[in-house]
């Protein structure tokens, strides 16, 4: 092993500098030169690489976002693009590679694997729904921020008698909202794995009414599916490389619902990209650096087409087939405690 690469795939999430700095430093022990690779896959298809040493991560734990860039280029889409990934690897001397991601990311590199190409994986979303890790880093800091979003918007929300519409970030899982939720006292908590019944949510808040309570608080994940419409509500028709459409929009829609159900000022906060952004909680610090390491580990072993994952308090490896195989959904039990405070 001379030459180890490293690449961040799909959307930016806080914790991806914690992991590149632990990929160098570790591998600097072992004396492997480590190459950046620039924008993701694309870095890859492009030949856009630059090489990291100890000054390069310096400082850069605490910093939200990657260093290195990142995109959600699929080299599988585009004719010719796995062709000139296989060159570039044989060009710049490249002997293994460490892809920080999540599912689309490590698809691609378990469709690398397959083809001989000796590689490990990182899981990285702030959607915590890849399979075979409890925890994946970013997830903390997002909940971080949804739960103080959702601190704030009680004050005003009391202030005006008002409805609070909350949209969160997560796809088509609903850990962000329902952990975010509960952490902040959220009145109302909808998620993609439970489709909803809007007349069910009027009735929660009108009992909260008749109890005197005059304002509410409803996160709603941006993947939440209306019953009555039997699916998604899209932000946008143009999808990614790897086929997803855009979501966001079903916070809007409920509010409307809502103040022609019930005749009550409904104000809407959709918090976006804001929750993927800045500084790493200091769990997915440590979180994120022993991936790091422990990716680094796993080619000293040779011990190519894993994930390293989070068990329990322990860091072991797991196979990429099995952790891209499904997304991870919310427990049903956690789910359940959350509803024990809907309409009170």
């Known amino acids: ?89 044989k060009k710049f001397g490249i002997n293994a590679l460490v892809a920080i991601g999540g599912d689309d990311t ?35 800091t997002a909940v971080s921020i949804v739960t103080e979003a959702i601190d704030r918007l009680h004050t005003t929300a009391e202030s005006h008698h008002r409805v609070m519409v909350l949209e969160v970030m997560g796809r088509h899982a609903g850990w962000i909202a329902t952990v975010s939720g509960i952490a902040g006292g959220a009145d109302e908590i909808l998620i993609p794995e439970e489709p909803f019944d809007i007349d069910e949510v ?36 143009e999808k990614d490389d790897f086929g997803h459409l855009r979501l966001g929009g079903v916070g809007h829609y409920i509010a409307k619902l809502i103040e022609e159900r019930m005749n009550v000022e409904t104000r809407v906060t959709v918090l976006g990209h804001v929750q993927r952004g800045g500084t790493p909680t200091a769990y997915d610090r440590v979180l994120a650096t022993r991936f790091g390491v422990a990716a680094v580990e796993l080619l000293k072993n040779e011990r190519y087409g894993k994930m390293v994952a989070l068990r329990g308090n322990k860091i072991v490896p797991v196979e990429l087939e099995e952790a891209v195989s499904q997304s991870k959904k919310v427990d049903k039990e956690l789910y359940d405690i959350a509803k024990i405070f809907f309409g009170r």
């Not at 009027?202 to 019953?227: M, N, T, W």
């Open 1 to 89: 092993m001379k030459k180890v690469g490293v690449l961040t795939g799909g959307g930016d999430c806080p914790g991806l500098n914690a992991v590149i700095r632990a990929v160098v430093r570790t591998s600097i022990q072992y004396n492997w030169e480590i190459i950046g690779i620039k924008n993701g896959w694309r870095g890859l298809v492009e030949g856009e690489m630059e090489l990291l040493s100890d000054y390069s991560v310096s400082g850069i734990l605490p910093k939200g976002g990657t260093i290195i860039g990142t995109s959600r280029t699929n080299p599988f889409k585009r004719e010719g693009d796995i062709e000139k990934v296989l060159e570039n690897i």
């Open 106 to 140: 490590l698809s691609v590199a378990l469709k690398l694997h397959t083809m001989g190409i000796p590689i490990v994986g990182v899981p990285k979303t702030i959607d915590n729904d890849l399979s075979c890790t409890e925890y994946t880093f970013g997830f903390d």
């Open 202 to 237: 009027c009735g929660h808040l009108k009992q909260r009414y008749d109890k005197g309570k005059k304002f509410s608080i409803i996160v709603v994940a941006e993947g939440a599916e209306p019953k009555h419409l039997g699916s998604l509500i899209f932000g946008s028709k």
